[in-house]
């Protein structure tokens, strides 16, 4: 399916990020991974006060995929190729630590509240 769905109600759009693991994750020392970890978490609380990012999370279970997803977030700025630049930005994806894809997300209009991302702002 491509393109808006076809509703008879309201759709509010968001940034879906999607993080993966990164083609150099296993090859990196353990302290690599451990730096680029925290610089990861940095620059996402970085978005987070910057309103870019609402929310963001990891992903834990099984998964279809060889390499599942094992991080998720949600970012509303109007622009896949946006939050595709900031999360491409990432210390850990440009090291190759982690992957990220940005897809659109829609819902019905009103269903998701961020109140730990407005009490930020």
């Not at 451990?34 to 609402?54: D, F, N, P, T, Y």
């Not at 982690?98 to 897809?103: A, G, K, Q, S, T």
Request: overall charge negative; some cysteine.
């Amino acid at each position: 399916m491509t393109g808006t769905p076809q509703v008879d109600f309201a759709l509010d759009t968001y940034e879906c990020i999607v993080l993966y693991p990164g083609p150099s994750g296993r090859a990196l020392p353990e302290e690599t991974v451990q730096r680029l970890q925290a610089e990861h978490q940095e620059h996402m609380q970085a978005l987070l006060r910057r309103g870019i990012i609402l929310i963001d999370g990891s992903v834990d279970g099984p998964a279809r995929e060889p390499d599942p997803p094992i991080g998720f977030g949600l970012a509303r700025t109007g622009s896949v190729d946006d939050v595709r630049t900031v999360m491409e930005a990432d210390p850990a994806v440009q090291a190759g630590l982690y992957r990220v894809d940005v897809l659109t997300f829609l819902c019905p209009a009103g269903s998701l509240e961020f109140p730990l991302a407005e009490a930020q702002r």
